[in-house]
């Protein structure tokens, strides 16, 4: 009785007190799943705490606290890793979802004002980051001060989804796959040497000329990205490879300096073209290849007000030369 005349007299403070409670338990569930999927991917609490600015004891607390709450274990443990279980393999792939949602929501949310904010995560090849992406990142940021971006350049394959990478970019032809894709450019390949070269070792003029020249390849080259992968080399006298490299930008300053004669994309070496450090050669009888696409990819169905304001930098800033200024307009005549 005494407690229905309190509630009588204060009608609103249980459910605001029912509400805060519920707010808070979310609020700690959202910070124990980022939480779990850094630990599920590190495999390491030191690491995750170290990465968080905690101690590792605070990260496994917090797990321990979310199996207890989950009431399963997450991670089998052991002196050398933490190997998810069946029910932290489950959780992991909802978890990833659900982060993913919650900042995109935010995001948008906080963008009805159409002011572009927040951490943008980015992957893409090196060269073509170092080349046509990092060069356009200080005009992006004085548009919009307030936006974050982490960009991760390496040639791996990375997949946005399970790494929660708003935008990749890749170059070449995709896989059909569930990614919503934007074209921002072409390339196509191009044999090029430089003046230097050409007066010291001569011009060839067939492609099976090449046999009896230095060529400068791609370390482990694969997916026609080098030599090796076109026809018409005869492999009982295979051609000189003076460099091997998995450094674009190390072939091609290589082959500016007279070198070798190298096989390199235009968005690469287009500058060069343009300058006279390196000529294009027409070769007879060389394999065709076809122009391949360069593209944004993301996992999102709906692009985020971020990933628009980028997309759309990135295009005002090389789109209008789709195909590397038409390989730098044709290496200006």
């Known amino acids: 009785m005494l407690f229905f005349a309190w509630h009588l007299q204060n009608p609103l403070r249980l459910p605001n007190a029912f ?3 519920a707010q808070m338990e979310s609020i700690r569930f959202a910070e124990s799943l980022a939480v779990f999927v ?3 991917e590190a495999g390491s609490f030191s690491a995750v705490a170290r990465r968080r600015g905690m101690v590792a004891s605070s990260v496994a607390r ?3 606290a979310l199996e207890q709450d989950l009431k399963v274990p997450l991670f089998t443990r052991s002196t050398r890793a933490l190997v998810p279980t069946e029910a932290g393999v489950l959780l992991l792939e909802r978890a990833r979802k659900i982060l993913r949602d919650m900042t995109d929501a935010r995001s948008e ?25 990092v060069p356009h990142l200080g005009s992006l940021f004085e548009r919009h001060p307030a936006l974050r971006v982490e960009l991760e350049l390496t040639e791996r394959l990375v997949d946005p989804v399970l790494e929660r990478f708003d935008l990749v970019i890749r170059i070449g032809p995709q896989p059909d796959s569930s990614l919503v894709g934007q074209r921002i450019g072409s390339q196509r390949y191009i044999m090029g040497a430089s003046p230097a070269y050409l007066a010291r070792h001569g011009r060839p003029e067939r492609f099976e000329d090449l046999a009896h020249h230095r060529l400068i390849d791609r370390q482990h080259s694969t997916s026609a990205r080098g030599w090796r992968e076109l026809d018409g080399f005869d492999w009982s006298q295979p051609p000189h490879f003076v460099l091997e490299s998995d450094d ?9 300096q007279g070198l070798g004669i190298a096989l390199m994309p235009n968005w690469a070496i287009g500058e060069d073209l343009a300058a006279g450090r390196i000529v294009e050669l027409q070769l007879e009888g060389a394999p065709r290849q076809p122009a391949s696409g360069i593209y944004m990819l993301r996992a999102a169905p709906q692009a985020s007000l971020k990933v ?3 997309t759309e930098h990135l295009l005002e800033s090389i789109g209008r030369s789709a195909s590397w200024v038409s390989d730098t307009a044709t290496a200006l005549q």
């Not at 674009?248 to 500016?256: E, F, G, K, N």
């Open 109 to 133: 949310v906080v963008s009805l004002d159409r002011s572009v904010q927040g951490l943008l995560r980015v992957s893409c090849v090196p060269a073509f980051g170092r080349r046509h992406v």
């Open 308 to 310: 628009r304001a980028f």
């Open 19 to 21: 509400a805060r409670s």
């Open 62 to 64: 917090q797990i321990g």
């Open 38 to 40: 850094d630990v599920a």
């Open 248 to 256: 674009c930008d190390s072939r091609r300053h290589c082959a500016a």
